[in-house]
């Protein structure tokens, strides 16, 4: 399985852009990427998936380089609202089932 | 998206009881899973819940401490037995759909005292 590593936190103001990267260098052929987003308290929300090049979707960007060894989150003009945890999630099917492994998160702090 | 709804959201539970935790989901799914999350921690796969067999458990977490059922393709429950406080965690369900991705319920936020 492909170990993630992410920035344990990072800070950011309202209407800017926020990147955050992931770094998964044992990423497997069949593996796809995918970003979750967390509130306290609740469950982990889908946000985003890809396995090459760009994905965009109403809420975030995806972009994966051609080695796939990392990915990077963008996240549009966030609010005060974006903050949260946001997981890269890096895995899918193989003969034993569908394997993922979920890395520390990164700590998005929006300040106003 | 599949919706996943748990039982119960939220319990305080006296050390040594057990306590099994419900997960529907509005339409039928292949694969579900139970993960824990442990307080200010990342989430942690604690097995595969089968339909119609035994459940498959990942490293670190036993039949006897978790059980599980899964008796059809739309519901799961998870048994957290003799619990000690430091089962306090959430435990999500979560369903594999579209092929590529898992989604996940609200949580089920076990508080043990």
């Known amino acids: 399985l492909a170990k993630t590593t992410q920035p344990i936190s990072m800070d950011s103001y309202e209407g800017q852009e926020v990147n955050i990267t992931c770094s998964h260098n044992?990423?497997?052929?069949?593996?796809?990427i995918t970003w979750y987003q967390q509130f306290p308290s609740q469950g982990p929300r889908f946000i985003i998936q890809?396995?090459?090049t760009k994905v965009t979707n109403e809420v975030a960007s995806l972009f994966i380089p051609a080695d796939r060894k990392s990915s990077t989150l963008s996240l549009p003009r966030v609010s005060l609202s974006d903050t949260a945890v946001y997981y890269c999630?890096?895995?899918?099917?193989?003969?034993?089932?569908?394997?993922?492994?979920f890395g520390a998160g990164t700590r998005l702090f929006v300040k106003a | 998206s599949a919706v996943i709804s748990q039982k119960p959201s939220r319990d305080i539970c006296q050390r040594g009881t057990s306590l099994t935790i419900q997960c529907q989901v509005d339409?039928?799914?292949?694969?579900m899973f139970w993960y824990r999350q442990q307080p200010g921690q990342s989430l942690t796969l604690i097995a595969t819940?089968?339909?119609?067999?035994?459940?498959?458990?990942e490293s670190g977490f036993v039949i006897d401490k978790f059980p599980i059922s899964r008796p059809n393709l739309t519901f799961s429950t998870l048994t957290v037995s003799n619990m000690s406080p430091e089962d306090s965690s959430i435990y999500l369900c979560?369903?594999?759909?579209?092929?590529?991705?898992?989604?996940f319920g609200e949580g089920s936020w076990l508080t043990v005292v």
């Open positions: 339409s039928q799914v292949t694969m």
């Open positions: 819940a089968n339909q119609g067999s035994e459940a498959t458990y």
């Open positions: 999630l890096v895995g899918d099917w193989d003969t034993g089932g569908f394997k993922t492994i």
């Open positions: 979560s369903v594999a759909q579209g092929g590529h991705t898992i989604y």
């Open positions: 044992n990423i497997a052929t069949n593996d796809y």
């Open positions: 890809g396995y090459k």
